[in-house]
Every structure is written in structure tokens, then in C-alpha cells.
Nanobody
């Protein structure tokens, strides 16, 4: 069982940065693929970014088109933490952001069904 705890959400103005963190429990964090999803009011949960374990010490990062070039996902395995650095935030980025994890080798990394563990979410509000 893996527990995920997000932090770092808040209220920012458009154009400002924000960094989300997701702390994970467990001793095999380095072999987990991690994802960030978001859900805006009245909308379905959508993929934001993923950092997938591909074996050994290698990872691949993937992004939704809407955040590519603005958001960066990274991880610190020594701290069991994954980050989402969000730059040039827009009002459309306003949502609850969720961290997700799986130890399975996933292909459909954009699908929420690929992940087995979820955090409780952290709210991000971007004002115009």
C-alpha cells in the first residue's frame, strides 16, 4: 500500500509559478511511475504529466499538450517525492491537482485507470 500526500497548492495570479509536491510512503518509490492529474469544477479529471519508470535508473517524462513547455515533472527518489513545477500559470489551470502512482509497467500513462494509488488532491487557483 502506498500513501500519497500532495502539497503546494494555493492562489496565484496569472503568469506566476507554483510548485506542487507529492510525498509517497513505501520503500520502492524509485520503481513507481508517477502521474499528475487535475480536475476543474464541472469537468472530468484529466492527465497533466507523468514520469514513468522504464527500468534501472531511467525515467520518461510526458506531458499534456496544454501544459507542455510550461510544466515540468521531476522526482527525488531519496525523498520519495515527485514535483510538478508550474510556470506561466493561466486561469484555465485552475483545478484540484492529484498525484497518482503505480508499480505496474504502464503504457496508457494518460489514463487514470493506469494508476493504483491516489492522493487527496491540492487546490490550485489562478486569478486573471
Amino acid at each position: 500500500q502506498v500513501q500519497l500526500v500532495e502539497s503546494g497548492g494555493g492562489l496565484v495570479q496569472a503568469g506566476e509559478p507554483l510548485r506542487l509536491s507529492c510525498a509517497a510512503s513505501g520503500r520502492t518509490f524509485s520503481s513507481y511511475s508517477m502521474g499528475w492529474f487535475r480536475q476543474a469544477p464541472g469537468k472530468e479529471r484529466e492527465f497533466v504529466a507523468a514520469i514513468r519508470w522504464t527500468g534501472g535508473i531511467f525515467y520518461n517524462a510526458d506531458y499534456a499538450d496544454s501544459v507542455k513547455g510550461r510544466f515540468t515533472i521531476s522526482r527525488d527518489n531519496a525523498k520519495n517525492t515527485v514535483y510538478l513545477q508550474m510556470n506561466s500559470l493561466k486561469p484555465d489551470d485552475t483545478a484540484d491537482y492529484y498525484c497518482a502512482a503505480t508499480q505496474r509497467r504502464i503504457v496508457e500513462y494518460k489514463s487514470s485507470y493506469s494508476y493504483d494509488y491516489w492522493g487527496q488532491g491540492t487546490q490550485v487557483t489562478v486569478s486573471s
